[in-house]
């Protein structure tokens, strides 16, 4: 597996398929890394895009930037379970934040309604952070770019130390 920054070729073959509110996400995600804000990472295997997530340079939340100064993984997607490709994407995420960015740890948000997720992050050795839980605000588009659906959801947040 190849776990690499989206190219403008990459984007481009995961939109024209994609529905109007993933398409609008996946422009938010290279919008992001042109801007030099994180890394759109995708994971690559036999030519195939099998997952992705976003790598925000400083967390999205400001209770966390107020209290760490951490890199922070957001919207993990392994489009199969069970192959070792969500683990492989975070491990990725967590060699750039620490050896390219010198972020002394890594967070990410996880939704009481992802049980599952949570187990994988704290397999992988993430703890729940001193703080409350953050609120993760995001919108969905329909194709002309209006607010088809707002959502506020009450995360907990887990913080993983680097290096």
Not at 40 to 61: I, N, P, Q
Request: hydrophobic share 40%; aromatic share 6%.
């Amino acid at each position: 597996m190849d776990i690499r920054p989206a190219t403008q070729a990459d984007v481009d073959g995961l939109i024209a398929p994609a529905a109007p509110a993933a398409q609008h996400h996946l422009r938010e995600r290279w919008a992001t890394q042109q801007r030099g804000d994180g890394l759109f990472l995708l994971a690559h295997r036999d030519g195939e895009v099998v997952g992705h997530t976003m790598l925000f340079r400083a967390s999205k939340y400001d209770e966390v930037r107020d209290a760490h100064d951490v890199a922070e993984i957001n919207a993990l997607h392994a489009y199969v379970q069970g192959q070792g490709i969500g683990t492989a994407i975070i491990r990725a995420a967590e060699v750039i934040a620490a050896e390219e960015w010198s972020r002394p740890a890594i967070g990410l948000a996880v939704g009481a309604d992802n049980p599952g997720a949570r187990r994988l992050y704290e397999r992988l050795g993430y703890q729940l952070w001193e703080g409350d839980p953050v609120i993760d605000r995001w919108t969905e588009q329909d194709a002309d770019g209006n607010v088809v659906r707002a959502h506020a959801d009450r995360c907990d947040y887990l913080l993983k130390p680097l290096g």
